[in-house]
């Protein structure tokens, strides 16, 4: 007859892995049947945690997302002047009434006639005032500003036109609409030629701002625009500290133009025009919107990182779980263990028997979990207007990373099984 | 080898295995040194107690003695890693248990087929073997039957495939007709005498005269020793009936 030699490959096979993960995945398939429930339990602690995980960094990368949309809508390349004092720039922190916050129209004007890297300036006044016209009426933020503030903010008219130089020149009593006022005082009516009153004054309605849409819960179209001077002469003037001091400026750049550089540029003349020694305090701020940026992706991103590390309690006490029934699976199946060991079984065979079992657990509880944090993902998109990206990237890290899970929490029970001596474990009953 | 010199396939040599149970040293097996040779087929008899379990499992290579040595086919077993433990279980030896142990809600075939993974073969290999082997045993009607649907004496049958489908030189069995009753223990008996026939050697554990009558050759044991080593002198040959063929 034929002996085992003939039949068989010789001493110490090579076994093909991939044969030997498809039979151990089958064996895992067989042993999850079996326990339907069991499983289902188990899986739902992996599913829960891949869920919050994933969820949290959808939700930390939308943050991002949305405020980089916010600050690109803004206009990329600018700089934001606040009369702010500035310690962050090296000097020691001691603020005096003297360094008081100071930017005036004459800084920016200089700032425009200086600085060459400059294309624009948009200096401003802005005050929420009620908008009123026969029955109806809108609260809303009016920013008092220049023709500069069409190209510092990339947003133009739609009809009519906008602010110009004669305007702020002559402090005209015009204003220029954005669409969300325009339809709360107007609904789809053309405004254009209309008079709105403001504290009472009445304006002519000059132009409609094209929509923009909202990031972030802000509306951009909720705005309405008034020359400077008019804005300083009617509204806030006795509020500023002198003539013609300003609340706030935008300065945006040229095509392509270093915004480090810019900025440098932009102190040395305010602080040559400040007398500013070296070393002391700036009585105003300069921010880049590259600045923004990366401020902004700093703190969203450690809100991400405290959000993950939250749901990630939630995944380790899923690994917990897992830990947990496959102990509970191993010691179920001792005597299944021993007769696998009799008929040939090498202690690695069971060892991955169990890691196949337990990532397999793992994974199926984290692509259900996925899906769950992709709809929900898209629920919140759909009535928050708050992007919840759940990529491609993340979906299969956090796939892999519950494969990881099962294989770090079925590590010890699936050891444990191969441990086994082959008969202690046939005669357990 | 010439063909007259006899192969050995077990042999021990000063066997010893103790146990420790509450303090006390407890001497499962002690000191037995034996040889069965190829194409025997022998019964190892001996009361619950006697060491005649031990024994076997530790020529099985399952457990490890305290002292003394095993040879399989030649090869001392007791350096051997466990891969390389595994590998001769594998190969070289079919176990077939008293209470069957097949693996539930698995069907006939995937029994079967168990060992031929460990072995190393692909899936269609291994169908294709396991099936041949259930064909063999009468029960290529019950392929893709759970051991659930089976009677016992099927659920015997299959096991016995699963212990003969990697060619074994050896057929160890630890009480196998223990959960079956006469008509049925009768069947078993009569594959044991075809497969011993065809030239595997059978070694079969039993506490009952009757099955050990089937053998050639008893070997008795009492605490720990063997206190008997005999050919069997009128040898019973089972007379299967129809519904084993």
Redesign the interface.
């Known amino acids: ?9 010789s ?6 892995p991939m ?1 030997s993960l ?2 151990n995945f089958a064996i895992a398939m ?1 042993a999850l ?2 326990n339907v429930m069991r499983s289902v339990l188990t899986m739902l602690g992996v599913l829960i945690g891949v869920f919050a995980v994933t969820l949290a960094v959808a939700v930390g990368n939308g943050a991002r997302e949305a405020v980089t949309e916010t600050i690109d809508g803004f206009g990329s390349n600018m700089a934001i002047l606040i009369p702010r004092p500035d310690d962050d720039e090296g000097g020691p922190p001691r603020r005096t009434d003297s360094e008081r916050g100071r930017l005036t129209q004459r800084d920016v004007d200089a700032i425009e006639r200086e600085v060459p890297l400059v294309r624009a300036t948009a200096p401003q006044l802005r005050q929420s005032f009620d908008i009123v016209v026969p029955g109806a009426s809108a609260s809303t933020e009016v920013v008092g500003t220049t023709p500069g503030y069409e190209i510092a903010t990339v947003h133009s008219v739609d009809r009519g036109r906008y602010i110009s130089n004669t305007d702020v020149r002559s402090s005209a009593r015009v204003v220029v609409l954005g669409r969300t006022v325009s339809e709360t005082l107007f609904g789809e009516a053309d405004p254009i030629g209309e008079t709105v009153r403001v504290n009472g004054v009445p304006f002519a309605i000059i132009g409609l701002l094209e929509e923009k849409g909202s990031t972030l819960g802000d509306d951009t179209d909720d705005t309405m625009l008034m020359p400077i001077t008019t804005m300083r002469q009617r509204f806030v003037g006795d509020t500023l500290p002198g003539p013609d001091d300003l609340q706030l400026a935008f300065v945006a750049f040229q095509e392509g133009a270093s915004l480090s550089r810019g900025k440098t540029e932009i102190i040395a003349l305010l602080k040559d025009r400040y007398n500013v020694e070296f070393g002391d305090v700036t009585p105003f701020t300069v921010r880049t919107t590259e600045e923004f940026v990366e401020q902004s992706q700093f703190i969203t991103g450690i809100l991400q990182g405290v959000l993950v590390a939250i749901a990630s309690i939630s995944l380790l006490v899923g690994g917990i779980g897992i830990m947990n029934i496959m102990l509970v699976s191993v010691t179920e199946r001792t ?2 263990i021993g ?11 069971i060892r991955n028997q169990f890691l196949v079992e337990a990532a397999v657990l793992c994974m199926l509880g984290g692509a259900v979990g996925i899906i769950l944090a992709w709809l929900t993902g898209v629920t919140l998109e759909a009535s928050f207007d708050f992007p919840v990206p759940v990529g491609i990237a993340t979906a299969i890290g956090a796939v892999v990373f519950s494969a990881f899970i099962g294989l770090v929490f079925g590590g010890y029970p699936a050891i444990r099984a191969s441990r086994l ?3 202690e474990a ?1 005669r357990t009953e | 080898m010439p063909a007259n010199a006899p192969r050995p396939l077990v042999e021990t040599r000063d066997l010893v295995k103790t146990y420790r149970l509450g303090g006390e040293t407890i001497h499962a097996v002690n000191g037995v040194s034996l040889r069965i040779d190829e194409g025997e087929y022998v019964a190892i008899m001996g009361t619950s107690g006697s060491g005649k379990s031990t024994f076997m ?1 530790m020529i ?1 290579c ?3 003695p305290t002292s003394g040595e095993v040879l399989v086919d030649g090869t001392p077993t007791q350096n051997m890693s ?2 390389a433990l ?2 001769l ?4 030896i079919g ?1 077939v ?1 008293q209470q069957f ?1 097949l ?4 069907s006939s075939i995937d029994n079967v087929a ?2 031929l ?7 269609a290999t291994r169908r294709e073997r396991a099936t041949a082997k259930l064909i063999a045993m009468g029960l290529g009607d019950r392929l893709l039957n759970t051991p659930a649907k089976l009677s016992g004496g099927q659920q015997q049958r299959v096991a016995i495939a ?1 212990a003969l489908v ?4 050896i057929l160890l069995a630890d009480e196998p007709t223990g959960a079956l009753d006469t008509r049925t223990s009768e069947d078993i008996m009569a594959i044991f005498e075809e497969l011993n026939e ?3 050697t059978v070694i079969v554990v039993t506490h009952e005269d009757e099955i050990a009558l089937h053998a050639k050759r008893r070997i008795e044991f009492r605490d720990g020793k063997v206190i008997e080593d005999k050919l069997v002198e009128d040898r019973r040959i089972a007379a299967p009936n129809d519904e084993a063929a």
Do not use: C, H, W
């Open positions: 007859m034929a002996t085992a030699s003939e039949l068989l490959p001493a110490s096979p090579t076994r093909n044969a498809a039979v067989t049947r079996t005597r299944e007769l696998r060991m009799a008929l040939g079984a090498r202690r690695s065979d001596s082959p008969i046939l | 499992n099985g399952l457990d490890v466990s891969d595994a590998s279980r594998n190969r070289k176990f248990f142990n693996l539930a809600r698995t168990v060992p993974i460990y072995a190393g073969l692909d899936a699963r990697t060619e074994p030189l065809q030239g595997i």
